[in-house]
């Protein structure tokens, strides 16, 4: 069973930077892949960024793409999320997923572990 546990929400001003950490701990697999979504109040939760567990390589959504950067510590048991330029549409509720197969994509349907999510809000 593996823990999700994000930190680092808060409110910044549009155009300010923040960053969120997500530390997995229990059973992690080598391939493990970790992702952010975000859920905004009356929306659907989606797709924010991914990261493998194997190569390293990311995937965005287009709406960030630029702005916000994924990664992960050497161990690879903590993902990172920078967020750059934010806007008062960023303001959401973020998760952090986990993958124990890998895959490092958009589809929430695929993660098999979630964490708690944490509160961020961007003011005009």
């Known amino acids: 069973q593996v823990q999700l546990v994000e930190s680092g929400g808060g409110l910044v001003q549009a155009g300010g930077s923040l960053r969120l950490s997500c530390a997995a701990s229990?059973?992690?697999?080598?391939?493990?892949?970790m992702g952010w979504f975000r859920q905004a109040p009356g929306k659907e939760r989606e797709f924010v960024a991914a990261?493998?567990?194997?190569?390293?390589?990311?995937y965005y959504a287009d709406s960030v793409l630029g702005r916000f950067t994924i990664s992960t510590d050497n161990a690879g048991n903590t993902v990172l999320l920078q967020m750059s330029s934010l806007k008062p549409e960023d303001t959401a509720v973020y998760y952090c997923?986990?993958?124990?197969?890998?895959?490092?994509?958009?589809?929430?349907?695929?993660?098999?572990?979630w964490g708690q999510g944490t509160q961020v809000t961007v003011s005009s």
């Open positions: 997923a986990g993958n124990s197969a890998g895959y490092s994509g958009p589809y929430e349907q695929r993660y098999d572990a």
């Open positions: 229990g059973r992690t697999f080598s391939r493990y892949a």
């Open positions: 990261i493998s567990g194997t190569d390293g390589s990311t």
